[in-house]
T-cell receptor, first 112, second 112 residues
């Protein structure tokens, strides 16, 4: 089975802190994604990557950056956390660009 | 731009009753459509998908969905709901950049 692992299930950070959310997949998938999930808004795409060292902006990239140094790892970075970034963050991977997404369990971030 | 609309934010059904969750999409070409389910505290799991061919697709856990091009719809159905089906359900479409776009979700409550 595909496993997508997000390193932190729950984080509490202070405004202005730098935050790293790590995601690792074990199925050699080319494609990886970061979504943000908020009630009533569904999932919104932040960034995605189709290859190592490659990244593309999604719908809401402002305030975020990403890193993909290795195929299996895709990190989401909040350079200076703000309270409006309090949310659930979901990482996903896929074998093909139009195929099924496999999700991690999510990282719930609270910024105080 | 492509988009997905789930008109119902919250639906309550009795256990054993039938279920239909609505999904409408806006997309110029033939869409690739998906339904995912999210149990509390978990990531999303694929229920079923439509790429082409038979417009009635079967998925896991007894769910099915029907693609209707004339109505731009991809509604999810189940003949008899079980208490374990209580969850949030997301419809999704693959967009122009081959990135997946999600609806806002429908939360399903199952009454005993």
């Amino acid at each position: 089975d595909v496993k997508v692992t997000q390193s932190s299930r729950y984080l509490v950070k202070r405004t202005g802190e730098k935050v790293f959310l790590e995601c690792v997949q074990d199925m050699d998938h080319e494609n990886m994604f970061w979504y943000r999930q908020d009630p009533g808004l569904g999932l919104r795409l932040i960034y995605f990557s189709y290859d190592v060292k490659m990244k593309e902006k999604g719908d809401i990239p402002e305030g975020y950056s990403v890193s993909r140094e290795k195929k299996e790892r895709f990190s989401l970075i909040l350079e200076s956390a703000s309270t409006n970034q309090t949310s659930m963050y979901l990482c996903a991977s896929s074998l093909s660009r139009i195929g099924e997404l496999f999700f991690g369990e999510g990282s719930r971030l609270t910024v105080l | 731009a492509q988009s997905v609309t789930q008109p119902d934010i919250h639906i309550t059904v009795s256990e054993g009753a039938s279920l239909e969750l609505r999904c409408n999409y806006s997309y110029g070409a033939t869409p690739y459509l998906f339904w995912y389910v999210q149990s509390p505290g978990q990531g999303l799991q694929l229920l079923l998908k439509y790429f082409s061919g038979d417009t009635l697709v079967q998925g896991i856990k007894g769910f099915e969905a029907e693609f209707k091009r004339s109505q731009s719809s991809f509604n999810l159905r189940k003949p008899s709901v079980h208490w374990s089906d209580a969850a949030e359900y997301f419809c999704a479409v693959v967009g122009n950049n081959n990135d997946m776009r999600f609806g806002a979700g429908t939360r399903l409550t199952v009454k005993p």
